[in-house]
């Protein structure tokens, strides 16, 4: 599910070079017609740009690698972040969900504290606040790690490709803590629920489906969870519900498969609550139609049914979605191409049409980057959060920026 990654350095983009490479020009391919109607629709008004007041490295463990973080403000002001750390590589069996808390806006954050560390790999995390005060945050289980071990193991002792003792012993060891059918049953897609603040956590439990960035709160007090159900049958994307804080969930409704897409290669969805109360999802596309764009999907009946995906002409992903203080909408997302970076979109009719690009950050040197979130903070400014693997160190960092927009 994840992409192949390659280093490669990052190519300064002139503002021509981003109106292009959006519009799909620059990827060699032919665009759909209904991809370049979409696109021409969203470029017709120029859109803002972002005054990026301050980027840095907010991890605390450089030994360490992090990824896919996901943010979240709570009511009382205080930041909330979760990401998978503890990990020795992008794809690796030692993977746990960790939480860092911020009093400040993010001028300052405290240091990670592990609330989820299975028996094999906890990956990409999502943390929410709900309109009782409880706090949720997801992951999920892999173990896309097993065929990495495999092929290491193949490899004979001191011949090209062979794996430091140590290194290979200890990947081995994490693997042999449950027998392979333990190791199945491992797998699910989980929450866990606070109800003091996150001082203390329940036990993980099913939540049916998971997203990078986890669950929504909806203006009638339920909570919408737009994810994939990875791990049974038919593998289904859709919606699932609460009506009781989180504490179980419900199947609400399919996401229609767009003619000619295949369901499985829909990923990573992520919800919002429109200020004229309908519901968006966007999602990740795998298809060979408007391939690693982002797709959208709304619904006009709090979530019963979803009307068929379809491109918005934003190539990136996946998307985090966030409804501003003055109703405007506002997605954030990963560009992993030239330039590599995070980029913004703004909405100013509910998601019906998205601006150009917002460029956060585009100093990339590696395609390892990626997964933003945002939050508003007071007067406007706004934080996000993404993980980036820097030129300095193979493991990838949380790397923050504070922002406004402009114009």
Not at 115 to 136: F, Q
Not at 197 to 224: E, K
Request: aromatic share 6%.
């Amino acid at each position: 599910m994840r992409d192949r990654l390659t280093r490669r350095q990052m190519i300064q983009g002139t503002a021509a070079l981003l109106a292009s490479a959006w519009l799909g020009k620059s990827r060699g391919a032919a665009v759909s017609p209904a991809a370049a109607s979409t696109a021409a629709a969203s470029t017709a008004a120029a859109g803002p740009a972002a005054e990026v007041l301050e980027t840095k490295v907010i991890s605390h463990q450089a030994h360490l690698y992090h990824g896919w973080p996901t943010l979240t403000r709570r009511r009382n002001g205080q930041l909330l972040l979760v990401c998978s750390g503890g990990r020795e590589a992008h794809v690796c069996p030692f993977g746990r969900v960790e939480l860092m808390r911020s009093d400040d806006g993010g001028r300052t954050w405290g240091w990670p504290r592990v609330v989820m560390d299975s028996d094999i790999d906890d990956r990409d995390a999502g943390v929410l606040e709900t309109a009782a005060g409880s706090i949720l945050i997801t992951s999920f289980t892999s173990l896309a790690y097993e065929s990495i071990l495999k092929q290491a193991e193949s490899i004979a002792p001191g011949t090209p490709g062979a794996w430091p003792e140590d290194k290979l012993r200890r990947w081995q060891a994490a693997h042999q803590r449950l027998s392979a059918d333990q190791r199945q049953r491992a797998l699910g897609v989980w929450m866990i629920r606070s109800t003091d603040g996150g001082m203390t956590f329940s036990g993980r439990y099913d939540c049916r489906v998971n997203s990078p960035h986890g669950p929504t709160q909806l203006a009638d007090g339920r909570l919408l969870f737009a994810g994939k159900d990875l791990w049974r049958g038919k593998r289904q994307v859709g919606f699932c519900e609460s009506t009781d804080d989180g504490q179980t969930w419900r199947w609400l409704a399919t996401l229609p498969t767009r003619a000619g897409d295949n369901h499985h290669d829909y990923h990573e969805l992520h919800a919002v609550e429109t200020a004229d109360g309908r519901l968006l999802c966007q999602l990740r596309n795998h298809n060979a139609a408007d391939h690693r764009e982002t797709l959208q999907a709304e619904s006009s009946d709090g979530g019963k049914t979803w009307s068929e995906p379809r491109a918005i002409g934003v190539w990136g992903l996946p998307s985090h979605l966030l409804r501003l203080s003055d109703g405007r909408l506002l997605m954030t997302y990963g560009h992993r191409r030239a330039p590599l970076g995070n980029q913004a979109r703004l909405s100013e009719d509910h998601g019906r049409t998205w601006s150009g690009p917002i460029i956060i950050s585009a100093d990339g040197t590696s395609a390892d980057l990626g997964y933003p979130s945002t939050v508003e903070l007071d007067g406007g400014t706004l934080l996000s959060v993404w993980y980036e693997r820097m030129n300095s160190s193979p493991m990838a960092v949380l790397r923050q920026a504070r922002w406004r927009l402009r114009g």
